[in-house]
């Protein structure tokens, strides 16, 4: 299977559960979930559930793609995230 050149929210019809611990839910990792969202990859299933007695952060979405690219966009779309950020700052 190849992947897709473009999706829409409109393709998103794969159920995906992540579960972070909440030591490991940075800000940029959940950035990365909302930018997914609004480029149509990802519908977040509102609202997020946050876990103080399991120490967990569980995100539940509908993926236009198989979990597996859909992680590997999100590790992406951080990396583009904390890459502006960089920029940001040098630019100070």
Do not use: F, N
């Not at 969202?37 to 967990?56: D, H, L």
């Not at 569980?58 to 590997?72: Q, S």
């Amino acid at each position: 299977m190849q992947k897709p050149e473009r999706v829409t929210r409109a393709d998103c019809d794969i159920p995906c559960v992540d579960t972070w611990r909440l030591a490991l839910a940075r800000e940029t990792a959940m950035r990365a979930y909302l930018d997914l969202e609004r480029r149509g990859q990802i519908a977040i299933q509102y609202p997020v559930r946050i876990s103080e007695r399991s120490g967990c952060v569980e995100i539940r979405y509908l993926a236009a793609l198989p979990h597996d690219w859909t992680l590997e966009a999100l590790a992406e779309a951080e990396e583009r995230i904390v890459a502006a950020w960089r920029q940001q700052r040098m630019a100070v």
